[in-house]
């Protein structure tokens, strides 16, 4: 198995604020992450060191094997911030035109081919929104905007998704259709990378799961974090994990 994410001993600060210390994990090609932690416990600075949206101050961290620095593959990654449910944006795009954007790394900005409009066809079809690639993405509901950006990833024929509370916002129903989506996209092949503030979502979905506090307290596979005291040691004592069987 080859590895998407490879970090070692990375350590990171915002000034004099220690945000990452000394972590250590490997992230398989194929794997569901969960990645979770209290408020601040430097969770989305790890996601984005992994994306090289920030450089590590010290350690090192290979992306599908080379060094983040250097990886110029940008559409073999799809990104989902914190922001992509909450805010609409103000670009006036409409869904389908923001979904193509995902085939620019492969089509320039010149016209694209039929094969290419065929995969915008079939991202948006696996992410249910065929019916709105005329709307603009400004207008839709925090759920439907999620499914955008998820399918202009697809379109980019991502390797490796990357989720930063993806769900907030999101009303229950569509937070679970939507795990359901990441379920799906997860068993053909593509690596998920999921921050996620509900513990039960997290320890019921993913694979493994990777629980910091500016440390690494606990990288392995879900049943060994339900049984460690990982969560106690992280959040203090009222971390707990609830399921939500589905």
């Known amino acids: 198995m080859s590895a998407a994410v490879d ?5 990171f600060a915002y000034g004099e604020s220690v945000a990452v210390r000394d972590v250590s994990l490997t992230i398989d090609e194929g794997d569901f992450l969960g990645l979770i932690g209290p408020n601040g416990s430097g969770k989305t600075t ?10 590590p101050d010290s350690g090192s961290i290979d992306l599908f094997g080379e060094p983040v620095d250097e990886f110029e593959a940008g559409e073999r990654i799809g990104y989902v911030s914190q922001q992509a449910t909450s ?3 103000t670009m006036p795009v409409t869904v389908r035109e923001a979904v193509t954007m995902g085939r620019f790394a492969h089509a320039g900005f010149g016209r694209l081919s039929d094969a290419d409009e065929e995969i915008v066809d079939d991202a948006l079809e696996t992410v249910d929104i065929s ?29 490796l998704l990357a989720l930063d509370e993806p769900t907030v916002g999101v009303d229950a129903e569509s937070r679970d259709e939507f795990y359901q989506l990441l379920d799906s996209l997860n068993d053909s092949g593509i690596t998920i990378v999921l921050i996620e503030h509900d513990i039960g979502v997290v320890t019921d979905r993913a694979d493994h799961i990777a629980c910091i506090n500016q440390e690494l307290y606990h990288h392995g596979d879900t049943e060994s974090f339900v049984e460690s005291d990982a969560l106690a040691a992280a959040y203090g004592s009222t971390g707990q994990v609830v399921h939500h069987h589905h």
């Open 46 to 55: 790890l996601l984005h060191l992994m994306l090289g949206l920030h450089s």
């Open 7 to 11: 970090i070692q001993n990375v350590s």
């Open 131 to 159: 019916d709105l690639e005329n709307r603009r993405v400004n207008q839709l509901s925090g759920g439907q905007r999620q499914r955008a950006y998820i399918a202009r990833a697809l379109a980019s024929e991502a390797d």
């Open 87 to 89: 805010r609409g944006g």
